[in-house]
């Protein structure tokens, strides 16, 4: 071993120091740090440490460090395939170390060559060459350091044999140190793209979401076009449908899905007979009936979606009373759908507050009183769910507040 070059435990412990002192290190640095201890160690003027990347035949060598004493420019990292046609490929390939003294004067019978372009392009005299595989788990090479031109203060300008023994034990430290930093590296960046992956879903899933309640929000205002008067209706309902499942103890998804699905409640006056709908003064008993498919129509417009399947629910039942009598089925009691029952509280409500050809607008309180006693259109035992209505007796405030925040401006309470 040559002078101060130290013995081989001392090697293996200068190594360790400083890989270790710096768990975390990025591969960059790390490698840095080998490429500059390696050329110390052996004077090399310079050098280059590649790392394996890739499968099979896309293998090829990635230049993560790269130092030269002698050119300014800081050297340009580039990759090189991995065959046995350039040294670092034959190293990587075959595990073995390559001593050159002169890197154009490789006997033609090897089956490696020196390739000239870097001394070409930047007046750089490449001589000796060592290289040598980083050994990683179960000896596998996964990497290759390149040392180039020995600068000694004695004996020949060539690597020699015992710089290859000198390497030799700290090969595996270093080889498995830097595959860790760059399996670490790996699943760094590769949970960074899965960070940045989920973002990008997560904003996709909002848009599409902004894009499914603006299309819920046009149906139901389509749906309203023909009714006269109707302003904010859709809205108010929707809210006074939240608010009532809040109290009634529903989930949250449930909550949420009903402060849009409301809206659409009467979507299904879209198929309806224009001339009907436009009709004035009472309706006879055959566009009474065509009125009465509504809540069916507007079912088969909502049922195909996945994402409406509350909403087709409550277009169909919506009319459906507790005693049964209502329609298109004749539901009673709990067999009616709690959406449905919920829904036919808050549109009666809004219907009782707003302005009709047929109506006034009625006040909070008057609206509260005719659902709680009814009138004589309307009596609440055989209409509506009585928990649900129990609980509006106990907060129907609330629904005061809503209208207010909603209401229309041409409104006028009688």
């Known amino acids: 071993m040559c002078a101060g070059w130290g013995s081989a435990v001392g090697l293996v412990g200068q190594f360790l120091e400083f890989i270790e002192s710096a768990p975390n290190q990025s591969l960059r640095s790390l490698s840095d740090r080998v490429l500059r201890k390696c050329r110390d160690l052996t004077g090399a003027e310079a050098g280059t440490v590649f790392m394996l990347r890739g499968q099979g035949r896309h293998r090829n060598l990635e230049a993560v460090s790269a130092q030269n004493d002698v050119i300014r420019a800081k050297p340009k990292l580039f990759s090189v395939p991995v065959s046995q046609a350039s040294i670092v490929g034959y190293v990587a390939a075959t595990g073995e170390t390559l001593l050159l003294e002169d890197a154009y004067a490789i006997p033609v019978e090897r089956p490696y060559s020196f390739n000239p372009a870097f001394d070409q392009r930047t007046g750089f005299r490449t001589r000796s060459i060592m290289a040598f ?109 939240h608010a009532l499942a809040t109290w009634a103890g529903c989930s949250r998804a449930f909550c949420a899905e009903i402060r849009f699905s409301a809206a659409l409640h009467d979507v299904g006056k879209m198929s309806v007979d224009q001339a009907v709908l436009h009709k004035k003064g009472r309706l006879d008993d055959r566009e009474l009936a065509e009125m009465r498919r509504h809540p069916v129509y507007g079912h088969d417009i909502l049922v195909a979606s996945d994402r409406l399947k509350m909403a087709a629910e409550i277009a169909l039942y919506h009319h459906e009373q507790w005693a049964g009598t209502g329609y298109p089925r004749g539901l009673k009691g709990e067999e009616i759908p709690l959406a449905a029952r919920i829904v036919a509280i808050a549109d009666c409500y809004d219907a009782l507050r707003s302005a009709r050809p047929y109506k006034p607008s009625f006040s909070h309180e008057k609206a509260v009183d005719i659902l709680l006693n009814g009138d004589d259109r309307l009596d609440p035992r055989v209409h509506f769910d009585p928990r649900l209505l129990s609980l509006f007796a106990g907060r129907h405030a609330e629904f005061d507040a809503i209208w207010e925040r909603l209401k229309d401006q041409e409104s006028v309470t009688a």
Do not use: C
């Open 133 to 241: 595989a980083l050994k990683g788990f179960r000896d596998r090479p996964i990497g290759v350091v390149q040392l180039i031109n020995r600068r000694p203060v004695e004996g020949p300008p060539a690597f020699l044999p015992e710089h290859e023994q000198m390497i030799a034990p700290v090969n595996h430290i270093v080889g498995r140190a830097l595959e860790r930093a760059a399996t670490l590296e790996r699943l760094t960046e590769r949970n960074r793209a899965l960070t940045r992956e989920r973002r990008r879903v997560a904003e996709l899933q909002a848009e599409t979401e902004r894009a499914f309640m603006v299309s819920v929000n046009l149906l139901a205002r389509a749906a309203e076009v023909h009714d006269e008067d109707t302003g904010n209706h859709i809205l108010r309902v929707n809210e006074y449908s």
